[in-house]
Nanobody
Framework: FQLQASGGGLVQSGGSLRLSCVASGFQDNDYAIVWFRQAPGRYREGVSC????????YYIDDVKGRFTISRDNAKNTVHLQMESLKPEDTGVYFC?????????????????WGQGTLVTVSS
């Protein structure tokens, strides 16, 4: 089982990035995906999640209205579209598989982690 995150980079404040998380080795799509981020010197925090069907999503207040999570189960891919980026969005972003049949939670049990992708927002 593997989760591959990509799409990070350097962007100016106010810019946009689209992160992708591709899952491989899973027999079905009965799992939620959570995006976490870890800023320098800070703990890793859950940012957004999406249910297995894509019908349920959650965002922390800090990114609500700026980030959009979506998934394409035919391609085993989850995207995190990030708009109006701020310097405080800087960090390493990780996608993770959450063992949850319905809904999603940024505080649920994580069964698999992807490697991180670095997002740097300059002021």
């Amino acid at each position: 089982f593997q989760l591959q995150a990509s799409g990070g980079g350097l962007v100016q404040s106010g810019g946009s990035l689209r992160l992708s998380c591709v899952a491989s080795g899973f027999q079905d799509n009965d799992y939620a995906i959570v995006w976490f981020r870890q800023a320098p010197g800070r703990y890793r925090e859950g940012v957004s999640c999406i249910s297995s069907s894509g019908g349920s999503t959650y965002y922390i207040d800090d990114v609500k209205g700026r980030f959009t999570i979506s998934r394409d189960n035919a391609k085993n891919t989850v995207h995190l579209q990030m708009e109006s980026l701020k310097p405080e969005d800087t960090g390493v972003y990780f996608c993770a598989l959450e063992n949850m049949v319905a809904g999603c939670s940024i505080n649920g049990r994580i069964d698999s982690w992807g490697q991180g992708t670095l997002v740097t927002v300059s002021s």
